[in-house]
């Protein structure tokens, strides 16, 4: 069963000069001749196959479509993760491996300015899930933001 639900998630072929498996293919997001499944940790790119990599604990793991030609890979915090209705809240969107703040990245429904940031208030109780997106950027992180009373 295992094996079913791995093979519908994602595929790979192995590379015997590598030693190594190569992923071609996460959910309906294939390789192509220009584009690739690239790993970064921590928002740089790893330097040996995916089954060499070691990862500890507290590493940013990411799993990225087409890196390559991305400009950034985006890295989304906010001042505080919890809030009140109505309440604004500031969120932050940097590229996660310059630290530079990104402008123009939306984070839910709103542009980040010139310093990265972008200011939210919610209407709604309950965890509001976010993430930064920009077109020729890498998505960031979800950030969990609790809403209260």
Known sequence: MINYIISHFFSRTFY??????????IGNTSQTKSQYWDIL???SFINVG??????????????????FNKKHFLK???SNYTSKIGSLIAVKVTDGLTNQPIEGAIV??????????????????GMQKLKAERSDSIRSN???IYITI
């Open 16 to 25: 015997e000069l590598y030693d190594d498996y190569s992923i071609t293919r």
């Open 41 to 43: 940790i921590d928002y």
């Open 50 to 67: 995916g089954c060499q990599q070691k990862v500890k604990q507290g590493d940013n793991v990411l799993f990225a479509f087409d890196a």
């Open 76 to 78: 989304l915090e906010a």
């Open 108 to 125: 839910g429904n709103q542009l980040t300015n010139s310093n990265g940031f972008a200011t939210l208030a919610f209407n709604s109780l």
């Open 142 to 144: 979800a950030i969990a």
